[in-house]
């Protein structure tokens, strides 16, 4: 970053306190939910709900809103409550972290993650950023141990949010795991017009999906009762140093999102079209895994199982950025990416227009 306003030692010498141009800022809402406001001084602002695994809720750029919220949000955690009744929209809601698709054997859609609550919260100041941590469990008697790090860093004057995540089973005995990262982007970033830039073979989920797979990467105007349709991609990686990371790409005339994944834990991206009237929300989805649920997953061969004391780490980052970088980055990957090795969809092709890849 070249010199300006922005610079730290500029900032050393005329302010005392870092949080007036960044921070991390608890407060509680009336209805009893802890939030926590971050700012970074780049025009990028989001809140995160610590009583809701430490997701991301609403999110806002210059103040443009990024994300779709439901009315009433944010909901506090209620285990008498579908999934689908708490669903916040919100940037980021966390699926897992023993399974994530439809309901199953008594398990709600997409898991009891969104149901957990953050403790052990603290935050460290470093020279150019600030990095927030938190621990979450997800405990079952006889069942599951899990014990989740997240970390979000701040960078200053960046309009970026990085998320670091280690997910370890500290029971005794293997668990199913499937991680889904749930990013849901609304109105005016998705509209008419907004294109999803990433480079991948599609792959629809079903026949609803399959009508569509030839508009897949534009979205529409909003329409009345529209049926939501469901992308699995199989990505390529971006060359150079950020070799195991994709990329997916979110642009219209005014704004750009960019997501950016490291593929050695997540291989799955699952895309959501969902452009319903009123309800106008679409997602994209990294992950360990596709919304399938356990069953499919075993039979399928991509159920991952989390044996004792192992340790996977994630990490997902999300940038505002310029038309012509998206383009810079966009041509690169499409040159010289190559298809992730994990990622296993060939069961899907039957849903393409040939039958196959």
């Keep these: 970053m070249t010199k300006s306003w922005l610079d730290a030692d500029i900032i050393a010498e005329h302010s005392l306190d870092m949080r007036q141009f960044m921070d991390f800022r608890e407060s509680r809402l009336p209805n009893g939910m802890r939030i926590i406001?971050?700012?970074?001084?780049?025009?990028?602002?989001?809140?995160?709900l610590p009583d809701r695994g430490m997701d991301i809720w609403s999110a806002h750029y210059n103040g443009m809103p990024l994300t779709w919220i439901a009315p009433g949000s944010p909901h506090p955690p209620d285990y008498g409550q579908s999934w689908l009744s708490l669903f916040n929209g919100g940037l980021l809601t966390t699926c897992g972290l023993t399974h994530v698709g439809p309901p199953e054997d008594g398990r709600d859609i997409h898991g009891n993650y969104t149901r957990l609550y953050a403790e052990d919260i603290r935050k460290k100041q470093c020279k150019r950023g600030l990095r927030l941590y938190s621990k979450i469990n997800?405990?079952?008697l006889f069942g599951e141990q899990l014990e989740v790090k997240r970390t979000y860093i701040l960078s200053l004057g960046m309009p970026r949010i990085e998320l670091y995540d280690e997910v370890t089973n500290i029971g005794d005995k293997p668990t199913p795991f499937m991680l889904l990262y749930h990013c849901n982007l609304g109105y005016p970033v998705v509209r008419e017009g907004t294109e999803l830039i990433v480079a991948s073979d599609v792959y629809?989920?079903?026949?609803?999906?399959k009508a569509g797979v030839d508009t897949w990467n534009?979205?529409?105007?909003a329409s009345v009762g529209y049926e939501e349709q469901v992308f699995f991609h199989h990505v390529r990686t971006i060359k150079g140093e950020r070799k195991d990371f994709a990329v997916a790409t979110l642009?219209?005339?005014?704004?750009?999102?960019e997501f950016a994944w490291n593929t050695r834990q997540m291989p799955y991206l699952t895309q959501w079209k969902n452009t319903r009237q009123r309800i106008y929300v679409c997602g994209i989805e990294p992950g360990n895994c596709i919304p399938e649920?356990?069953?499919a997953a075993s039979k399928s061969g991509r159920l991952v199982m989390l044996n004792p004391s192992e340790t996977h780490r994630f990490n997902l980052c999300i940038e505002v950025i310029d038309g012509e970088a998206v383009d810079?980055?966009?041509?690169?990957?499409?040159?010289?990416?190559?298809?992730?090795?994990?990622?296993?969809?060939?069961d899907y092709s039957k849903y393409t227009h040939d039958g196959s890849q």
């Design 218 to 221: 534009h979205y529409e105007a």
């Design 328 to 346: 810079a980055k966009q041509s690169n990957m499409q040159e010289f990416g190559k298809p992730v090795e994990a990622c296993n969809l060939s």
């Design 293 to 295: 649920g356990q069953h």
């Design 138 to 140: 997800q405990s079952s």
């Design 37 to 48: 406001e971050a700012y970074n001084s780049s025009g990028l602002t989001f809140t995160l």
């Design 204 to 209: 629809p989920r079903d026949d609803n999906a």
């Design 251 to 257: 642009r219209n005339q005014d704004i750009a999102l």
